[in-house]
């Protein structure tokens, strides 16, 4: 993606600070730079316009994969091993109906969610961006009865359209949907005195608020608890590395590699799963 004129200096200005501050510093205040800036896109329309584009220069990235990151018989392969319950099977079904539909995790990713999940025993689970729900559903399948998601995203349309599924599967009671922007919501979690209540955290929204999703969730999941984020290697099918300076969003993937890979406050690994999973367990 190519920004022109002050949005792109204002932009490349975020990620400037970023990598400054990273090098500075191991445990980074990423709040003051980014509140000091002019929003980057926080609504779902922003968020899909950028979304199009990306899509448009990769026209021929099959819905299902979500990255090139794997041969594309390899991937298939995987699918094809991969246990996806009846109902996610639906959902992603209906998802290929909507647009930009090449958002929602692959059933490989949803696995592999739903067993971290179980092996950390968490109960209570937050995630940013919901889309059609398919995450949220993933996670809510894993849960203990007693267990719940707060599923947090800005789009009413979209999220609808997961709701009949998590009913279907069952869970709906497991799913508490706080539609607004995600930061909002960690906010008044944290005011409510939530911190170190949470077990397990998936952030997959808008990627240029990735460092202050992070900051709040090092406060929300508990010690031992576990961070996933998305995307931090690819990009609607995009190597990140390879989009760098054409895409605001691969340059704050980058910016946000470089400070969780030296954050002595988590232990860190990157998997190759999806478009990039990397796994944080606050220290
Ligand atoms: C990649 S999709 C999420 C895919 C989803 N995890 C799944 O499994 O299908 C990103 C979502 O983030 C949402 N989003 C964008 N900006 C947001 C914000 N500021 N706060 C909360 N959600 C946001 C978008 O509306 C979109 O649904």
Redesign the pocket.
Known sequence: MTLTGNSAAKDSAVCRRWRMAGVRSQHTNFERPIGACPPVP?Q?RA?AATIRRQQTRRLNCPMSTRTNLLPANVYAYVLRQTREPEVLAELRAATSKVPHNV???GADQGALMALLVKLIGAKRCI?????????ALAVALALPTDGTVIA????TE?TAVGQPFWRKAGVADRIDLRIG???ETLDALLAAGEAGRFDFAFI???KP?YPVYYERLLKLVRRGGLIAVDNTLALSGAPIIELGSRSTHAQAMLAFNELACKDERVDEAMLTVGEGLTLLRVR
Request: with cysteine.
């Open positions: 926080r779902a968020y958002m929602q995790i995630e940013l961006g919901t889309y059609t729900g398919y995450s947090c995203d800005v789009s979209w922007p995600g930061l997959d929204a808008d608020n």
